[in-house]
């Protein structure tokens, strides 16, 4: 199977992207870069674009499956327009993109809380994204739902360290309905796409199907064997 990943220079993205690159289910990774990546692989296949004119590159999407850990923070953007500018607009364009090209599934990284009427901005736009990708009729459509994720970022991230530092003792007062706000690690997120993304190249779905993806369902995911 032929996959494309977008956010491969992100914290869950880098690690999903040696995780697809050592599958023998995927033969090839579509990695669309601002800049390129200092990694060489046989199944790696770079391209450098600029993402504001992604229609450019519209022959990349022809893949089979689409992973989508894109995102920043309104920090690291700017501003709120710049922040939904790539965590609604580029995610929502390569998804356009890949259901024009024929991609059969898309697997999006959202986050827990994430509603088109939430009075929070950034749960706001990943809900928006989330409706939009629903409206494209994808055939296999797997939405993953994490709380705070765990792991060491390229960038540092103050109020993430904080929380991540307190998480082992918060994570254990959440069970039940609370079970879903646990912090994760972002290795588990990855590792659960990953196998998620290989599941397809066996299956076909018959009718759309619409996957959310919450904290049990990633951890059970992330210990399937390959």
Do not use: W
């Amino acid at each position: 199977m032929k996959v494309l990943l977008l956010g491969a220079t992100g914290l869950t993205g880098g690690i999903a992207l040696n995780e697809l690159l050592a599958r023998d289910e995927v033969e090839s990774v579509v990695v669309p870069v601002r800049k390129p990546l200092n990694i060489v692989h046989s199944k790696l296949h770079q391209q450098e674009m600029d993402f504001d004119r992604m229609e450019d590159h519209a022959g990349l999407f022809e893949v089979n499956v689409i992973m989508c850990c894109l995102g920043t923070t309104i920090k690291k953007a700017g501003s709120q327009e710049q922040f939904r500018k790539v965590d609604y607009g580029y995610c929502l364009k390569a998804a356009e993109l890949g259901r024009a090209a024929g991609a059969q599934a898309f697997i999006l990284m959202s986050a827990i809380g994430s509603s088109s009427s939430s009075t929070i901005f950034y749960n706001r736009v990943k809900g928006e994204l989330e409706n939009g990708v629903k409206g494209l009729g994808y055939p296999y459509l797997s939405i993953y739902h994490p709380s705070l994720l765990l792991g060491n970022r390229p960038e540092s991230r103050l109020g993430e360290a904080m929380g991540a530092k307190a998480m082992p003792l918060i994570n254990r007062a959440l069970f039940g309905p609370l079970e879903k706000y646990r912090g994760i690690e972002a290795a588990k997120v990855a590792r659960a796409m990953v196998n998620e993304a290989c599941s397809l190249a066996s299956e076909s779905a018959a009718e759309q199907v619409v996957q959310i993806r919450e904290y049990q369902d990633i951890v059970k995911l992330s210990d399937q064997t390959g």
